[in-house]
């Protein structure tokens, strides 16, 4: 008798959980929105709030992991390490650079905090007022 589950039983077990956390985050979401009293229009409690404090800009490269997989000539594996990805990385790093230089003649206020190339090509920027 194997004590290992089967395949099928896994696969049944991982869509039930999907299925739960699915109903229970939409529940209370649909109870709060119905017992929600009502509000004045005019009133700025009933807009959602917004974070203006930070953004997401995407760049107009394309992120590595496409460059690479088109590059790619073993089985389907994208090797992250391959002179095209790293030209890549390079490429991205200066529209980086670039972008950086622009935003401080327009906006000398705001930060870049957070860069990511991997699946997307987008800098994370901190507003600060702008």
């Known amino acids: 008798?194997?004590?290992?589950?089967?395949?099928?039983?896994?696969?049944?077990?991982?869509?039930?959980?999907?299925?739960?956390?699915?109903v229970g985050a939409l529940v209370p979401a649909t109870t709060a929105s119905a017992q929600r009293p009502a509000v004045d229009s005019d009133s700025?409690?009933?807009?959602?709030?917004?974070?203006?404090?930070?953004?997401?800009?995407?760049?107009?490269?394309?992120?590595v992991l496409i460059r690479a997989r088109a590059a790619s000539k073993t089985d389907g594996r994208v090797n992250l390490?391959?002179?095209a990805a790293n030209q890549q990385r390079k490429a991205l790093s200066d529209e980086r650079a670039?972008?950086?230089?622009?935003?401080?003649?327009?906006?000398p206020d705001a930060r870049i905090?957070?860069?990511?190339?991997?699946?997307?090509?987008?800098?994370t920027v901190r507003l600060r007022g702008t």
Request: glycine letters at 4%; a positive charge.
């Open 1 to 22: 008798m194997s004590l290992r589950p089967s395949r099928s039983l896994a696969s049944a077990a991982v869509l039930s959980c999907v299925a739960a956390l699915t």
């Open 44 to 63: 700025r409690a009933a807009q959602p709030a917004l974070d203006r404090t930070t953004a997401l800009v995407e760049l107009s490269k394309q992120p």
């Open 81 to 83: 390490t391959s002179a």
């Open 98 to 107: 670039e972008f950086r230089s622009w935003l401080r003649r327009n906006a």
């Open 113 to 123: 905090i957070g860069h990511h190339d991997l699946a997307g090509n987008a800098v």
